[in-house]
């Protein structure tokens, strides 16, 4: 591995430990838990695929006409990452985003869509990103988290990007969220199976093989530039921050 990759992740290492073991995860141990936890984690399955794409307007051509742009390796690395998140596969076979695939979760344990739901109707309908963040009922938390996220999306250079998509937004699930979720699913299978099941995919795809991908994405995007790695480390350690909030709005939803 990139030796700049093992300085940043021991960079990031205390704030990313201290998520671990965050008290929203105590609260998961019955449905109404995994409700309360669904109707929170939906904003940050929801605004990764808005990090994602500003990564693929960034690094490959997505305007006619089409010109080569940057690394045919960068452009490898993150049209393969597109293809898992936007068009992976639910239990039956059928092609989803994951996005999608965790709402269907979510109905099927009757979690509250409602909030995310009227914040995708207001982007929809046209309503620009940032008053659709403020203007939505949602905790003051979640939206600190989002409107991080879209300043990064809209305004940060690839290489920032690059490091809040893979080290800000890395697997954060400990062995102790495995264990409640086997045990709920052992209890009620027909309420939380769609949700074991985008959990197990998470770590299938999203977890190892795409986290890799967006490792060496770092490493290219920072090269032997000292100043693009320190600001990537300070934009990963910033987007934990904020996760660990993200995770405050759960223990007071």
Request: glycine share 4%; charged share 20%.
């Amino acid at each position: 591995m990139n030796p700049r990759i093992i300085e940043l992740k021991q960079a990031i290492e205390p704030v990313r430990a201290n998520l671990l073991v965050h008290p929203a995860y105590t609260q998961l141990n019955d449905l109404n838990g995994l409700q309360n936890f669904a109707q929170i984690h939906v904003y940050a399955v929801w605004d990764f695929m808005s990090l994602l794409k500003s990564l693929q307007i960034a690094l490959t051509s997505v305007t006619i006409p089409w010109v080569p742009v940057g690394s045919p390796a960068t452009r490898y690395l993150i049209n393969e990452i597109v293809l898992g998140e936007e068009s992976d596969v639910d239990e039956a076979g059928e092609r989803i985003s994951h996005f999608e695939l965790y709402l269907k979760a979510m109905h099927q344990m009757e979690a509250d869509t409602a909030g995310i739901e009227a914040l995708l109707d207001q982007i929809k309908s046209g309503t620009p990103i940032r008053p659709a963040i403020e203007e939505a009922s949602i905790p003051d938390q979640v939206k600190r988290f989002l409107c991080f996220t879209f300043e990064v999306a809209l305004n940060a250079p690839a290489h920032v990007q690059a490091a809040v998509f893979t080290f800000g937004r890395e697997d954060l699930i400990p062995s102790m969220f495995h264990k409640l979720l086997e045990q709920l699913y052992a209890e009620m299978p027909n309420k939380v199976s769609t949700f074991k099941y985008y959990i197990e995919r998470h770590i299938e795809v999203d977890g190892d093989h795409h986290s890799h991908l967006a490792i060496e994405m770092v490493s290219e995007l920072c090269g032997q530039d000292e100043q693009k790695w320190k600001e990537a480390e300070q934009a990963a350690q910033q987007a934990l921050e904020l996760r660990y909030g993200l995770w405050d709005a759960i223990t007071t939803n």
